[in-house]
Nanobody
């Protein structure tokens, strides 16, 4: 049973930066398909960025050029570097991992982090 433990987050003013971390245990991160999700207050949880086993990333349009997903295989850690933050980025952010490509492609994940709050003030 993999564990994903998240760190980072907090409160910043618009234009500021934050970095989220997601430390993976049990499984080697290089064998996992990873996703960052976020859930704004009162809204559904949505995918923000994905990173596959090779490190290839995808992003939703609203975060392209501002949020960067990466991973450090040696530290077994996934990151989300957030820059030029906007109030609309305010949300609970979750990392998730899938063991299987097809499940991951369909949006199914096997393991989830506990979530971390990001609040961006105007």
């Amino acid at each position: 049973q993999a564990q994903l433990v998240q760190f980072g987050g907090g409160s910043v003013q618009a234009g500021g930066s934050l970095r989220l971390s997601c430390v993976v245990s049990v499984y080697t991160i290089s064998t996992l398909y990873m996703t960052w999700f976020r859930q704004p207050p009162g809204k559904e949880r949505d995918e923000v960025a994905t990173i596959d086993k090779s490190g290839k990333t995808t992003y939703i349009d609203s975060v392209k050029g501002r949020l960067t997903a990466s991973k450090d295989n040696a530290k077994n850690t996934l990151y989300l570097q957030m820059t030029s933050l906007k109030p609309e980025d305010t949300a609970m952010y979750y990392c998730a991992a899938s063991l299987d490509y097809l499940n991951w492609f369909r949006g199914a994940n096997d393991y989830w982090g506990q979530g971390t709050q990001v609040t961006v003030s105007p």
